[in-house]
């Protein structure tokens, strides 16, 4: 895989983070001196709470100090991604030695460079572009229960995205839903910039699953992108996708690894 492409990958997600913080009414968004520090929607570290470098002359220590100060100003703990290319060793180093924690196993970002196979929804089964308000409700809905076998708490996904309104204004943002006899059952989200697309959000209710519904949603998904301009499709996938998406031609690259402050920054016992 070009490093372009690998790269690019890891730019949309930087991209896709802002954007995420836009969508809820408690995100917060701070650029500065080659700095993105976000702050999603969700009090809950590890859901796109983070800081990215966006220039290579910054520091790990500097990247940590101004996380340090953003999260602890608002009260939250937070994340770093670290990719396991080796552009990030500095700052696996820092933050250790200020006492973030490695939380989860390694989270594959696969790619993936040609259009896949059209959709072919089981019988029942319509899948519908969001382009309004309840589009997003019903995404959210899918969601909060599909992530809630990863012990989710019930409040992220309606924090993270009440600003729905937004959603569906974004021009880079792509939503699908399958819906069964008008019942909302899967779906994903298509998030295009940099030249590339990046796959987020792909959920699948308990009670359907084994339907093949996270692979026709993700084909969606992953078409949508390329229809749109882009050279490739990422994401960075669960436990549960990871094999689904490999069956697709997703190739994993690398993977990351999130450092955690739990606690917000400068708390009695951080």
């Known amino acids: 895989m070009p490093r372009d492409d690998i790269d690019s990958g890891h730019r949309n997600l930087i991209t896709y983070t802002g954007a995420l913080a836009s969508w809820g009414s408690k995100g917060s968004v701070r650029e500065e001196h080659g700095v993105l520090l976000c702050a999603s929607g969700t009090w809950l570290a590890v859901v796109e709470n983070t800081a990215f470098r966006l220039t290579a002359g910054v520091t790990a220590t500097d990247l940590v100090d101004r996380a340090e100060g953003f999260f602890g100003e608002i009260g939250r703990g937070y994340c770093m991604k670290l990719r396991s290319t080796g552009d990030d060793e500095d700052l696996r180093a820092v933050c250790a030695e200020r006492g973030l924690v ?130 490739s499709c990422t994401l960075q996938a669960s436990p549960m996708g990871e094999p689904i998406y490999a069956a697709l031609g997703y190739e994993t690259v690398y993977h990351y690894r999130e450092c955690v402050r739990w606690q917000p920054p400068n708390a009695p016992d951080a």
């Open 102 to 231: 490695e939380f989860g196993e390694p989270i594959p970002h696969m790619i993936c460079d040609h259009r896949l196979g059209d959709p072919a929804p089981p019988d029942g089964v319509e899948l519908r572009a969001v382009t309004d308000i309840q589009g997003v409700i019903d995404f959210v809905t899918i969601n909060a229960e599909a992530y809630a076998t990863y012990g989710m708490p019930a409040d992220v996904l309606p924090d993270l995205f009440d600003l729905p309104e937004l959603v569906v204004a974004d021009e880079r943002t792509f939503v699908v839903v399958a819906y069964m006899a008008d019942r909302p059952v899967a779906t994903a989200l298509t998030f295009v910039s940099d030249g590339v697309g990046g796959i987020q959000w792909v959920g699948t209710v308990p009670d359907v699953r084994n339907m093949g519904l996270g692979r026709t949603v993700t084909e969606w998904a992953t078409n949508l992108a390329f229809a749109k301009g882009a050279s």
